[in-house]
T-cell receptor, first 115, second 117 residues
Framework: GDSVTQTEGLVTLTEGLPVMLNCTYQ???????LFWYVQHLNESPRLLLK?????KRTEHQGFHATLHKSSSSFHLQKSSAQLSDSALYYC?????????????FGEGTQVTVIS | EAAVTQSPRNKVTVTGGNVTLSCRQT?????MYWYRQDTGHGLRLIHY???????QIGDVPDGYKATRTTQEDFFLLLELASPSQTSLYFC????????????????FGPGTRLLVL
């Protein structure tokens, strides 16, 4: 079945240093949609960015990610971490681009940014 | 942005108790979802629905029932609550169209924290 793997469960970063969160996925479908959701403490998850175009960089709020179908990856990056980036980050997969209405979420990466 | 509300926000019950969690969305989205969130497991899909009267089984359905009474309202029922169901429950909605696709970004409610003693 479909799956999403986020290899880092916990990440601690120093403010000002770059951020990279890994996300790989598995699906038999050739045109998946990939998402990053962010959840701050005591809040609900909200969309950070999404993509369905192979090899095209998508950016939002200083974060960026590129869907690489050849490696089934959608890593999240930011050039300089801020204290406010401390949150739980989920990578999610829509294998059929909304046809099934269902997302598969990874287990999440908890990011803590320290000064 | 889509508006999704949940009630109650906090609930305490005892083992064997009967619990109903409510969710309402006011953006006429087709799909609605119930998730549970637990440390180490992330978000896990319990049930979902693509319209009034419809129910789809999610990935962790055991011990849960759900009912979609209208386009706006989706309920999660725990008829014999157990301590393993202590969790944070999120409802979400999306405007995906069944068998067609479309805008499948999911919008989450504020969550209901359930404690089963």
């Amino acid at each position: 079945g479909d799956s999403v793997t986020q290899t880092e469960g916990l990440v601690t970063l120093t403010e000002g240093l770059p951020v990279m969160l890994n996300c790989t996925y598995q699906t038999i479908y050739s045109n998946p949609f990939l998402f990053w959701y962010v959840q701050h403490l005591n809040e609900s998850p909200r969309l950070l960015l999404k993509s369905f175009t192979d090899n095209k960089r998508t950016e939002h709020q200083g974060f960026h990610a590129t869907l690489h179908k050849s490696s089934s990856s959608f890593h999240l990056q930011k050039s300089s971490a801020q204290l406010s980036d401390s949150a739980l980050y989920y990578c999610a997969l829509s294998p059929t681009g909304g046809l099934s209405g269902k997302l598969t979420f990874g287990e999440g990466t908890q990011v803590t940014v320290i000064s | 942005e889509a508006a999704v509300t949940q009630s109650p926000r906090n609930k305490v019950t005892v083992t064997g108790g009967n619990v109903t969690l409510s969710c309402r969305q006011t953006n006429s989205h087709n799909y609605m979802y119930w998730y549970r969130q637990d440390t180490g497991h992330g978000l896990r899909l319990i049930h979902y629905s693509y319209g009034a009267g419809n129910l789809q089984i999610g990935d962790v359905p055991d011990g849960y029932k759900a009912t979609r009474t209208t386009q706006e309202d989706f309920f999660l029922l725990l008829e014999l609550a157990s301590p393993s169901q202590t969790s944070l429950y999120f409802c979400a909605s999306s405007d995906a169209v069944r068998d067609w696709g479309g805008e499948d970004t999911q919008y989450f409610g504020p969550g209901t924290r359930l404690l089963v003693l």
